[in-house]
C-alpha cells in the first residue's frame, strides 16, 4: 500500500523560507515510474492547480505561480521528494498534499490532455499547513 507523508509546515513572514519533505512508503522512486506533483490547498478553497511536478526522468514543471521561488527535487535514497520554497508571500498560505501517480495528464473529450487535479492522482498524504504572515 502506498502512503504519502508530508512535513515541514510552519509559520513564517513574507520573504522567508521553508523546505517540505513528503516522505513515501510502497514505492520507489528509483524503480518507478512516476510523477509526484504538489498541490495548495488556501483556507476555504478547493486545492488549487499543480504548483510543480517532479518526474520519474528528473525534468519538473512549475505553475507560473511559482516559478523562480519553489524548487522541487527528490532523493531517491530516502523515498523523498521536497518542496524548497522562497520569498514566501501571504498568499502562498494553505495545507501542501504531495501525490504521485503514474501519470500527470488526463485526456478530455475537448482539446489535448490536461493536468490532473489532487484528487485524480492515484495516491495523496494529509497535507502539511504553511501560514504566511507577519
Known amino acids: 500500500q502506498v502512503q504519502l507523508v508530508e512535513s515541514g509546515g510552519d509559520s513564517v513572514q513574507p520573504g522567508g523560507s521553508l523546505r517540505l519533505s513528503c516522505s513515501m512508503s510502497g514505492f520507489s522512486l528509483s524503480l518507478s515510474y512516476y510523477f509526484v506533483g504538489w498541490f495548495r490547498q488556501a483556507p476555504g478553497k478547493e486545492p488549487e492547480d499543480v504548483l510543480c511536478i517532479s518526474r520519474y526522468d528528473g525534468r519538473a514543471y512549475y505553475a507560473d505561480s511559482v516559478k523562480g521561488r519553489f524548487t522541487i527535487s527528490r532523493d531517491s535514497a530516502k523515498n523523498t521528494v521536497y518542496l524548497q520554497m522562497n520569498n514566501l508571500k501571504p498568499e502562498d498560505t494553505g495545507i501542501y498534499y504531495c501525490?504521485?501517480?503514474?501519470?500527470?495528464?488526463?485526456?478530455?473529450?475537448?482539446?489535448?490532455?490536461?493536468?490532473?487535479?489532487?484528487?485524480?492522482?492515484?495516491?495523496w498524504g494529509q497535507g502539511t499547513r504553511v501560514t504566511v504572515s507577519s
Open positions: 501525490a504521485i501517480d503514474e501519470e500527470a495528464l488526463i485526456a478530455t473529450t475537448k482539446g489535448g490532455p490536461i493536468r490532473k487535479t489532487l484528487y485524480e492522482y492515484a495516491y
